[in-house]
């Protein structure tokens, strides 16, 4: 599968910084993200707000998930 960060090899270096683990990381997430977005999964009631006095900013109940499945 292509992406926009293709894999660097010594005759095509990428043009942006990258960490040596990037490759790994890349590849667990072009196989995990399809995978989490065909799940199915209820969302309870819970506060979705998010604050934009706190950095990093993350909703106040956090995100729960329920009956996944």
Known sequence: ??????????????????????????TVLETLIPRLAALRYEVPAQDLRI??????????SGFVMATVL
């Open 1 to 26: 599968m292509a992406t926009s960060a293709q894999h660097a090899t010594a005759d095509t270096p990428r043009p942006f910084q990258w960490c040596p683990g990037e490759d790994v990381t890349l």
């Open 51 to 60: 604050s934009l006095q706190r950095i990093p900013t993350a909703p106040r």
